[in-house]
């Protein structure tokens, strides 16, 4: 009976010493999470998103839409494949691949599309169907998860380089609290390129305002959208546009004095407390992994919009999750063309 006690004893400890001190990649930091605004008054639950057409394409996760001139979309899939399709989603084409994963996509003022791809960078599909890799190194450092991005009329893309970090498991990052993610401009005419702003949790969403005169940000495991001013007296200051969401925010657009945020999942409220002990949260990742995705929110479909002054003008959302893991929003009329990055499919909403 002895000897089993012992023996019960050493094991115990054996677990405790590795739960508290064995080595892993990750170096929580405290951090304190941002207020949550809960889900009434402006964020009253509804379920406006069920009313969404949900068109098939033959792929996985078109996270991105964008239109050229013509009236044409365009989405990106994990294979790498570029699809175009009509209005309706009819008559899909593909395009052409990245050998990557494009991400976020817009068309410049010279007629190319501008992807940013997770794997190859910032790169460019020209009328001829060729691509070309505009950027993927800065200042020495490799641009990791290009993400999403927002293009001047003067032909300078701004777009986020996602983390340095954690590029290939991204919930890393909420684990670990430690900002990598940052901002970078690319002038399509001068090929210069520069580090606009760094130190960022997860930089996402990047998006212009109807004068140009600053960018919006979304900051994926910060729970924040940030102001970036990029002309006028504020050039070069940054400033919080809304730490208030009751989500993750993923890629921004903006269209007709909206800023449209897609909200790929509802927060893991359970976990945030978490944020302020890193001491805790080594020891949950030394783990088995099942137990730390027990935590994972359910799927919830939910669009943002806001307007110039941060004030919420658009609150749809399905808690069905029948869209789900909704990452982008692109308005045209009287209609958004939502994407996702795990859907086999594009979605359509009309505007009450």
């Known amino acids: ?10 094991l115990l400890l ?12 990750l170096d929580p930091v405290a951090r304190p999470s941002p207020p ?14 069920a009313a969404t057409d949900i068109i098939a394409v033959a792929g996985v996760g078109p996270e991105s839409i964008a239109q050229d001139s013509q009236g044409n979309f365009y989405s990106g899939l994990d ?32 007629g190319w599309l501008i992807i940013a791809d997770r794997e190859m960078g910032l790169i ?6 060729s691509i070309t890799t505009l950027l993927d190194t800065i200042d020495g450092t490799p641009i990791r998860f290009a993400d999403d991005l927002a293009i ?9 380089d996602a983390t340095q970090r954690n590029p290939i498991i991204i919930e890393n990052e909420f684990w670990e609290q430690r900002p990598s993610g940052r901002i970078i401009s690319y002038d399509l005419n001068t090929q210069e390129s520069e580090i ?7 930089a996402n969403g990047v998006a212009l305002d109807a004068n140009e005169d600053y960018i919006i940000i979304n900051e994926t495991f910060g729970l924040e959208i ?5 002309r006028g007296s504020k050039k070069g200051t940054t400033e919080i546009f809304t730490n208030e969401l009751p989500g993750f925010p993923d890629n921004v657009t903006f269209t007709d004095g909206i800023f449209w945020i897609a909200i790929p999942s509802q927060r893991a409220l359970e976990a945030e407390p978490l944020t302020e002990f890193p001491f805790l949260r080594s020891v949950l990742l030394r783990l088995p992994k099942f137990i730390r995705d027990g935590i994972t929110p359910k799927p919830y479909s939910m669009i943002l919009g806001f307007d110039a002054e941060g004030k919420l003008q658009y609150n749809l959302q399905d808690p069905n999750g029948g869209y789900d893991y909704i990452t982008s929003v692109l308005q045209v009329d009287d209609k958004l063309y939502i994407g996702s990055l795990k859907e086999e499919a594009i979605g359509i909403y009309t505007l009450k």
């Open 1 to 10: 009976m002895k000897k089993n006690l012992q023996r019960i004893g050493f």
């Open 14 to 25: 054996v677990g405790l010493l590795y739960l508290g001190f064995y080595p892993i990649d």
């Open 36 to 49: 949550y605004p809960g889900m009434e008054g402006d964020f009253k639950v509804n379920n406006l998103l």
């Open 79 to 110: 294979n790498g494949d570029l699809i175009r399709f009509d209005a309706s989603g009819a008559n899909q084409t593909v395009i052409g691949n990245t050998k990557g994963r494009p991400l976020g996509m817009k068309f410049a003022p010279n």
């Open 124 to 129: 460019a599909l020209d009328s001829m169907g």
């Open 152 to 160: 001047t009329q003067e032909g300078v893309v701004y777009f986020s």
């Open 196 to 202: 606009v702003l760094d130190a960022l949790f997860f």
């Open 226 to 230: 940030k102001r970036h001013w990029i």
